[in-house]
């Protein structure tokens, strides 16, 4: 076995290339001219632009030592070329993207120039400028067609079944035995000559929890009138008394006893969260209310509440989307809608076709998605990968 030094060897190569400056010169990187180069260079506006994206993509690179393609830009108007990025040898392609955080922005409606520089050991390559292009924005993401397809279906399938609500044909939903509870609690409260007292959250008028209570305190109203008790709402948003005074000045009307309707019942405490609760407690406490219901969004303060009323014996219904408070209304009231158990509560007691036309056509939608990925996994595991295909975005 013949072993060599590595010195050695190292001084031996550079003695060949004194001797030999030709091959001195091999080493020298060889720059071409844009005339030499046959590289083609393509710049166009990408399907789905949102007007601050340049595509660049280019061909006829063939040496399979090249490093990376480094994409150079300028403006119209400008002769100095500024690096935008660099791609791995294997890619063709390159997207200039808007940046706010980066110097070299791109601007909608200014003119570019794109030219790609490459090379290996001993050899440089670069494309020839490109056409000018500036970036421009598309009318359609064709890209995103299928959430359109699923939005369409969805505000098809609402349309129709209001449609058919509105034409007087039945929508079936299922019992939902908190709200079947309804009579009974305001029936006992009676019994007993008690007040109902009825909370609808502590958010304010924009949140959708309390928009869905008034449609409930609504109904509950009528029920108070019609069995002659005393309905008192508490409130913690000074916004949403007025939206409470006219729920519950409607629920008196439609039951033919608009005399019957008390303002003061209908009372703001505070913003404060504990302060409120402290009020209710102390309304629980001296009305000796019967029945509660606390319908809507609900935080820390819904365990007190609902565990004064349980002490007190007041037969109690609750329902919140918020779901970290679910398990306090669970252990300590009678009735509890769960998550968008309240949302469908509200369409279920009023019956309004909008609200049924709704609740039926988000209904239908589900099952249909449901099926959708029943099939869609079948075929995947067929290798049939065209519902995977179609929901990508």
Same mark, same amino acid.
């Given at each position: 076995?013949?072993?060599?030094?590595?010195?050695?060897? @190292?001084?031996?190569?550079?003695?060949?290339? @004194?001797?030999?400056?030709?091959?001195?010169?091999?080493?020298?990187?060889?720059?071409?001219?844009?005339?030499?180069?046959?590289?083609?260079?393509?710049?166009?506006?990408?399907?789905?632009?949102?007007?601050?994206?340049?595509?660049?993509?280019?061909?006829?690179?063939?040496?399979?030592?090249?490093?990376?393609?480094?994409?150079?830009?300028?403006?119209?108007?400008?002769?100095?070329?500024?690096?935008?990025?660099?791609?791995?040898?294997?890619?063709?392609?390159?997207?200039?993207?808007? =940046?706010?955080?980066?110097?070299?922005?791109?601007?909608?409606?200014?003119?570019?120039?794109?030219?790609?520089?490459?090379?290996?050991?001993?050899?440089?390559?670069?494309?020839?400028?490109?056409?000018?292009?500036?970036?421009?924005?598309?009318?359609? =993401?064709?890209?995103?067609?299928?959430?359109?397809?699923?939005?369409?279906?969805?505000?098809?399938?609402? @349309?129709?079944?209001?449609?058919?609500?509105?034409?007087?044909?039945?929508?079936?939903?299922?019992?939902?035995?908190?709200?079947?509870?309804?009579?009974?609690?305001?029936?006992?409260?009676?019994?007993?000559?008690?007040?109902?007292?009825?909370?609808?959250?502590?958010?304010?008028?924009? =949140?959708?929890?309390?928009?869905?209570?008034?449609?409930?305190?609504?109904?509950?109203?009528?029920?108070?009138?019609?069995?002659?008790?005393?309905?008192?709402?508490?409130? =913690?948003?000074?916004?949403?008394?007025?939206?409470?005074?006219?729920?519950?000045?409607?629920?008196?009307?439609?039951?033919?006893?608009?005399?019957?309707?008390?303002?003061?019942?209908?009372?703001?405490?505070?913003?404060?969260?504990?302060?409120?609760?402290?009020?209710?407690?102390?309304?629980?406490?001296?009305?000796?209310?019967?029945?509660?219901?606390?319908?809507?969004?609900?935080?820390?303060?819904?365990?007190?509440?609902?565990?004064?009323?349980?002490?007190?014996?007041?037969?109690?219904?609750?329902?919140?989307?918020?779901?970290?408070? @679910?398990?306090?209304?669970?252990?300590?009231?009678?009735?509890?809608?769960?998550?968008?158990?309240?949302?469908?509560?509200?369409?279920?007691?009023?019956?309004?076709?909008?609200?049924?036309?709704?609740?039926?056509?988000?209904?239908?939608?589900?099952?249909?998605?449901?099926?959708?990925?029943?099939?869609?996994?079948?075929?995947?595991?067929?290798?049939?990968?065209?519902?995977?295909?179609?929901?990508?975005?």
């Amino acid at each position: 076995m013949i072993t060599v030094n590595k010195n050695k060897a @190292l001084l031996i190569i550079l003695a060949g290339l @004194l001797i030999n400056p030709p091959l001195l010169q091999a080493v020298k990187v060889k720059v071409y001219t844009k005339d030499q180069a046959i590289k083609r260079i393509f710049v166009s506006n990408p399907e789905s632009s949102d007007g601050r994206t340049i595509e660049v993509r280019w061909s006829g690179f063939t040496d399979p030592y090249l490093k990376e393609f480094k994409i150079l830009r300028r403006a119209e108007g400008e002769k100095n070329w500024k690096t935008r990025g660099t791609v791995p040898p294997a890619d063709s392609m390159f997207v200039d993207r808007h =940046n706010e955080e980066n110097d070299l922005k791109l601007l909608s409606g200014v003119k570019y120039q794109y030219m790609v520089e490459t090379g290996a050991i001993g050899r440089k390559y670069w494309t020839p400028p490109s056409d000018l292009i500036s970036a421009k924005a598309t009318l359609f =993401n064709v890209q995103r067609a299928n959430v359109l397809a699923v939005i369409v279906i969805y505000f098809g399938s609402v @349309l129709f079944y209001i449609r058919r609500t509105k034409q007087g044909k039945s929508q079936f939903i299922r019992e939902i035995p908190a709200m079947s509870a309804m009579d009974e609690a305001i029936g006992r409260a009676t019994e007993m000559g008690r007040p109902v007292l009825y909370i609808p959250g502590i958010m304010d008028v924009d =949140n959708i929890q309390t928009i869905a209570s008034m449609v409930i305190l609504t109904e509950v109203s009528k029920k108070a009138a019609d069995y002659d008790v005393p309905l008192i709402v508490p409130l =913690n948003r000074a916004f949403v008394v007025p939206l409470a005074e006219e729920s519950v000045k409607e629920g008196f009307i439609r039951a033919g006893r608009p005399d019957a309707y008390v303002p003061d019942n209908i009372r703001y405490l505070s913003d404060e969260q504990f302060a409120f609760t402290a009020g209710v407690a102390g309304i629980m406490n001296r009305e000796k209310t019967a029945a509660h219901f606390f319908l809507g969004a609900f935080f820390a303060e819904s365990l007190i509440v609902s565990e004064i009323g349980y002490s007190t014996g007041a037969m109690q219904i609750a329902g919140t989307a918020n779901t970290h408070q @679910l398990p306090f209304f669970v252990v300590a009231c009678d009735y509890t809608l769960i998550g968008e158990e309240f949302y469908a509560a509200s369409a279920y007691i009023s019956r309004e076709p909008k609200l049924l036309g709704t609740l039926k056509g988000a209904d239908f939608v589900k099952a249909l998605m449901i099926g959708t990925i029943f099939i869609g996994s079948i075929l995947a595991w067929s290798g049939v990968d065209v519902v995977q295909r179609f929901f990508g975005v």
